[in-house]
């Protein structure tokens, strides 16, 4: 019974996504009351129709991981969700505003791992000797609720507003940064809209990798190697705008942009 209603409330926020539109919040008429283990349900079956649909997920994503976005966001705890093929923007690309709704832009670093990473106890600094290389990237999000207005369930189950994503194309071992000191400025047409620190990220974007590890155990599944992984904005997403040219530069890292057309 519940699964059905589940599978329908994937279905209602997938079509928002295709459709373009803004919906109501699904805690405040179709579930009230949802938890958290719940909205991962609804998010599988979304995982479930977009690979029906043909679409493969090529990386996952940790949010909510400073506190610059929980307190835009209002909500208390990091969460997870899935990167697909067709999110995926390289460095310099152009994003169609009007495949999107209301899309926001907020600068991550992103981790590719030698090696699969299995919860429960994964440490920042397990995840930081698994490291391969971490990269620039810009998370594209566009919650699917009006006015990007949602309680952590509902943004769970929509697939933690994942939308695109920009990778950069520089490759750093970490071994030669402090990931936890590397600094981040996010500008558009020129301007710095938001900067900050890798230390936002739960005091090291390596335990952002870790926790994502420690909550994927819970269902049974592992951080994958070789697959992109984002750990979280650093600083508040910035709105876009029709002609826009974002740019985010990591210190020692390199930089990411793309254009909004
Ligand atoms: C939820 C997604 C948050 C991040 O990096 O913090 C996220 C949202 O803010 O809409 O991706
Ligand atoms: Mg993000």
């Known amino acids: 019974m519940k699964q059905k209603a589940f599978q329908e409330t994937a279905s209602f926020l997938n079509q928002a996504e295709e459709e373009k539109r803004e919906v109501a919040r699904i805690t405040s008429d179709r579930h009230p009351g949802l938890s958290i283990n719940e909205a991962y349900q609804i998010q599988g079956h979304l995982l479930d129709l977009k690979r029906n649909k043909g679409h493969q997920i090529v990386g996952t994503k940790m949010g909510l991981t400073s506190d610059a976005k929980l307190k835009q966001m209002n909500v208390k705890d990091p969460i997870y969700g899935y990167i697909f093929d067709y999110m995926v ?73 994942a939308s695109r994503v920009i990778f950069g194309s520089n490759l750093v071992n970490p071994i030669d940064l402090e990931l936890d000191l590397v600094g981040v400025t996010l500008s558009i047409n020129g301007r710095i809209k938001s ?67």
């Open 89 to 161: 923007l390289s460095h310099g690309e152009e994003v169609n505003i009007d495949e999107l709704i209301h899309p926001k832009a907020e600068p991550e670093i992103a981790f590719i791992l030698n090696r699969d990473l299995e919860g429960p106890g994964v440490t920042g600094a397990q995840v930081l000797e698994a490291t391969k290389y971490v990269f620039p990237a810009i998370e594209i999000i566009d919650s699917r609720y009006e006015n990007f207005n949602f309680t952590l369930p509902d943004v769970i189950a929509d697939n933690t507003s």
């Open 195 to 261: 900067l900050g620190a890798g230390a936002a990220v739960l005091g090291h974007p390596a335990h952002a990798i870790a926790r994502l590890a420690n909550m994927l155990a819970e269902k049974g599944e592992k951080v994958k190697a070789n697959q992109p992984i984002l750990s979280g904005a650093i600083t508040e997403a910035i709105m876009l705008s029709r002609g826009d040219y974002v740019n985010a530069k990591l210190g020692g890292i390199g930089e990411v942009s793309f254009f909004v057309k």
